[in-house]
């Protein structure tokens, strides 16, 4: 029975086999088993398939083996599979009429080869992607395709590219037009792909494209080069913030004659765009050619909005576009308060060509200046050809300043040919123009002053010559950030014109260093200011005639160094259909911002919203780049920073500034959900983390007494090589220089070391108190005092090391000059350095001289020395403050442990009443009195001093 069983999963496995499916499991080129080379080479593989785990660059190491039988190659995802053709070697060529079914895959640094990436070659051979992105690809051209032969492309992302993208040659020319897409041999169909930031041409062709439901952001260079006779059609798509000279171009033989007789029978929607958006493209959206071209062009149901120009030409078909170059100018006359609109075309209200505007068919606003509209529809119309003279209805004064802007109502103008006229418009705003016979600038009604000549600049509600200054401006203040200053007022509200700003290192020697040509601004940014020097600032207002006001209070500020998380790197994911109100999809980076994404739209911070806005992430910017090119960065909110296509800043780098905490962070996106709803809510993230911050310990309290020497204090004991610095709370009892404490009070102050970055750990204080202490004495003149030096002592000598009391008690006015610390059993100290060694244990370094050993059965500390380097002796006689080096000769010193020595048998006991004297390998003596120890943290604590 066992012998029947494995002859079946024999069989089993070469049934599998013979389906043709192949798994790859190696990021290998070399042709061996489980590279993607040996899958495509078995002619057997039908579908070919990538192991889940497999991650990373395929790099070709030469050309891959044309397809030349239908195969389904299907990655493992964009965000984690790569091939490479290392800019040498051509990826898919299909041939022979096949088929490539392919997804998942990115495709980067291409070869020069028409077709590098797919080529669909003759033969009616064919390539269909779907969900693929290329990017970084250099060369010409990635997709082609050669007669007859067809590449489909489909919800892919098409970013970042240099190289021209689609190109396309030979294949049939129709004699007939066709609406029938499979009557052209030769085609290119790219549905549902976002395109962005692409420099290179993204289509150079020869024969029929289709262009459907696309995005198209930030590219910069020209979108569709259409040469030759075949189909063209873009349909349905978005094309934003491009910037090429003109979006689509078309040249064929028909340009400059009737090639074969194809011109009469191509149809007007040959070159067909239809249900587009356009919207802040700065060239022309749509070149036409020449008069043969634009007679078979269609545009029409498009959206044209804040382009560089919409079209040239006279294209055959022009019918249903939302348009915003409708209007040729506005004017407004203040005698009969009329706004006369002049339109470039005849104009109707409904989009049969008939029917005559009516007043409800415009729109007014009104900004700036005085004046205020009483509604924003017209009171009046008349029409004269292409005409209309509008009545308005104003309140209060018009000084001459307020901006009209003229609108059509959405959906109510139409031309002849059922073209919108869009609720945005170019060449439609006036300024209200006031009645003034002199010419000076103020309105008849309140002139005092109607002699001033022409040109002389006026005092706006008298005529008079403007000889008073505008006010200085107020709560001028300084905000800190990382190598700039940003300085913030409040905007004047008189005749103010402008604001200049000053700025020095020395506050009495302040330059201009620019001029802010508005009354409306309220703040400015001094950059690119080197860190920690401080900057003085003063602001000054001043109005048309030239007059200048007082100037404001000066402030200072210090631009300080970026806070930059540069510590490990984390990666954050929320998962698709997450809830993303629950903190374990949530990205919690300070109390202030917290990032996550609802079921829709973009980024957020749940600290402070609650749903995504268009500004959102709240209390943040964002730059394209990293923080190592810091000085380049160009901070904008989310949105803007990932060009309003969030799919399209995969695989970029960002950083982003917390701008309460004032914190920089580097971050890499790896993926965004696409179509919205909470199956497709997931994103993920690359970011950097805060360093950690260093273990200190060992910043024992201190005690001194007022009339004790400036002494060094010890640094704490660090895990990082970061520098310390020094702090006192409390300068009336002492003040730090470098690691030198001066005395200057008594009482207590705290004092707080802190310790500065390294290339592992941030930042980290520790604290300590420093307690001095008065002592009473006899001064030299008679008084008692604890500050003054003059004391005296038992001899009538001054100063020294004892003084008297008013009883004649001898007093210690000094200090003992001991350092106390605190260290873990068995663990050698070094008493020149203050440091220990946790490391140490029987052969310790020559340096270190002392340890406490650990008793049993529980912990007793045991007074030690190493045997190897230093020398002991036990003083029972005399206390610690009394020992000095003299003392040295009349003890015996310890060899070993156990010494049968009096003084040294009884190192083995706890040391709590008795002292040592160490003698150093380095040759000093020492005084060491052990003083107490903790069980629950294994440590001893204990004092001692140099005697020689």
Wanted: hydrophobic share 30%; glycine share 8%.
């Amino acid at each position: 029975m066992r012998k029947n069983f494995s002859i079946l999963c024999l069989l089993f496995t070469l049934w599998t086999i013979a389906q043709g499916n192949y798994t790859v499991t190696s990021l290998s080129d070399d042709g061996s088993a489980g590279t993607l080379r040996w899958a495509i080479a078995n002619t057997t593989a039908s579908t070919i398939d990538f192991d889940s785990g497999l991650t990373g660059t395929i790099t070709l190491t030469s050309h891959l083996p044309n397809i030349t039988r239908n195969i389904t190659i299907t990655g493992n995802g964009i965000d984690n599979l790569t091939l490479s053709g290392a800019g040498q070697y051509r990826m898919f060529q299909v041939s022979g009429g096949a088929v490539l079914n392919i997804s998942n895959i990115t495709f980067t640094n291409n070869c020069y080869y028409n077709g590098s990436i797919f080529r669909a070659d003759n033969n009616n051979s064919s390539v269909v992607a779907t969900s693929i992105k290329a990017s970084g690809n250099f060369n010409n051209f990635a997709f082609y395709t050669n007669n007859p032969s067809t590449i489909t492309i489909s919800n892919s992302i098409i970013s970042n590219n240099s190289g021209t993208m689609f190109g396309s040659d030979y294949g049939s020319t129709p004699t007939i037009t066709s609406d029938v897409e499979t009557d052209y041999t030769n085609r290119i169909t790219v549905t549902g792909t976002t395109f962005s930031n692409n420099s290179g041409i993204i289509f150079s062709v020869e024969r029929y494209v289709k262009i459907d439901n696309c995005i198209f952001n930030a590219n910069t260079n020209q979108i569709g080069n259409f040469r030759g006779v075949n189909r063209f059609q873009v349909l349905n798509s978005t094309f934003t913030n491009n910037t090429g000279w003109s979006l689509f171009g078309f040249y064929s033989w028909i340009s400059y004659s009737d090639w074969s007789g194809n011109l009469a029978t191509l149809g007007t929607n040959h070159h067909l765009f239809d249900g587009n958006t356009f919207s802040g493209n700065t060239g022309t959206v749509i070149s036409t050619g020449s008069p043969n071209e634009q007679s078979k062009t269609t545009i029409s149901n498009n959206i044209f909005t804040n382009n560089g120009n919409g079209w040239t030409g006279t294209p055959a078909v022009v019918t249903a576009n939302t348009q915003e170059n409708f209007i040729s100018s506005v004017t407004h006359s203040s005698v009969n308060s009329t706004i006369t609109v002049v339109m470039n075309r005849p104009v109707f209200n409904s989009n049969t060509g008939s029917g005559d505007l009516e007043a409800n068919d415009f729109q007014f606003s009104l900004s700036g200046g005085n004046a205020t509209l009483v509604s924003s529809t017209p009171t009046s119309i008349a029409i004269n050809g292409n005409t209309y003279v509008l009545g308005i209805n104003l309140s209060g004064d018009i000084y001459g300043t307020e901006t009209l802007r003229v609108n059509p109502i959405s959906n109510s103008i139409f031309d002849s040919n059922s073209n919108i006229a869009s609720s945005t418009q170019k060449n439609n705003t006036t300024t209200l123009t006031i009645l003034d016979s002199d010419n000076d600038g103020v309105a008849n009604y309140r002139d005092q002053c109607p002699t001033t000549l022409p040109g002389v600049v006026v005092e706006p509600t008298t005529g008079c010559d403007d000889v008073t200054p505008p006010n200085s401006p107020v709560d001028f203040t300084s905000v800190n950030r990382a190598y700039k200053i940003i300085l913030n007022w409040t905007p004047n509200t008189d005749d103010t014109v402008g604001y200049m700003i000053y700025s020095g290192t020395n506050p009495t020697t302040l330059n201009l260093i620019t001029t802010l040509n508005s009354i409306h601004y309220a703040s400015y940014e001094d950059t690119n200011l080197p860190a920690n020097t401080t900057f003085y600032y003063k602001i000054v207002a001043f109005d048309l005639a030239g007059n200048q006001s007082a100037t404001s209070t000066i402030i200072s500020g210090v631009a300080s160094e970026p806070t930059i998380w540069d510590g490990p790197i984390i990666t954050f994911t929320k998962t698709a259909g997450t809830d993303w109100t629950l903190p374990a999809n949530q990205d919690y980076l300070t109390d202030n911002v917290i990032i996550t994404r609802g079921n829709n739209q973009g980024l957020f911070n749940i600290a402070k919203e609650s749903v995504y806005y268009s500004t959102s992430p709240t209390d943040t910017e964002w730059a394209l780049g990293t923080t190592d090119n810091f000085s380049s960065l160009n901070f904008t909110n989310w949105s803007n920073a990932v060009w309003g296509c969030p799919p399209c800043s995969i695989g970029n780098d960002y950083v982003l500034h917390l701008i309460t905490d004032d914190v920089y962070i580097n971050i890499k996106i790896l993926s965004w959900g696409v179509g919205g709803g909470a199956s497709n809510s997931g994103f993920s993230y690359q970011r950097s983390t805060p360093k950690p911050k260093p273990t200190l310990t060992h910043f024992d309290p201190i005690s001194k007494k007022y009339h004790d020497s400036p002494f060094n204090l010890i640094t704490p004991t660090s895990d990082s090589t970061g520098l310390f610095t020094f702090e006192s709370s409390n300068p009336t009892v002492a003040t730090i220089s470098g690691n030198t404490v001066t005395i200057t009070g008594i009482g207590t102050t705290l004092i707080t070391a802190t310790q500065g970055a390294d290339s592992t750990f941030s930042t980290n204080t520790i604290s300590t108190t420093l307690t001095v202490e008065g002592v009473r004495v006899l001064t030299k003149n008679g008084a008692f005092s604890e500050t003054d030096r003059n004391y005296i002592d038992k001899n009538g000598r001054l100063g020294g090391e004892i003084g008297l009391s008013k009883n004649g008690q001898i007093k210690t006015t000094i200090s003992s000059s001991f350092t106390q610390k605190s260290v873990a059993f068995e663990t050698y100290f070094d008493l020149e350095l203050g440091v220990s060694c946790t490391s140490c244990e029987m052969n310790a370094p020559s340096n270190y001289d002392l340890k406490f050993a650990a008793g049993a059965p529980s912990i007793r500390s045991r007074m030690w020395w190493n045997e190897q380097y230093s020398n002991m002796a036990m003083v029972y006689d005399k206390t610690f403050d009394a020992l000095s080096s003299a003392d040295i000769h009349n003890y015996y010193y310890c060899d070993y442990v156990g010494d049968g020595n009096l003084a040294c048998t009884n190192v083995d006991t706890p040391p709590i009443n008795f002292v040592g004297i160490y003698q150093t390998n380095e040759g000093n003596y020492y005084a060491v009195q052990y003083l107490s120890e903790d069980e629950g943290t294994n440590t001893v604590t204990f004092k001692y001093k140099k005697l020689n």
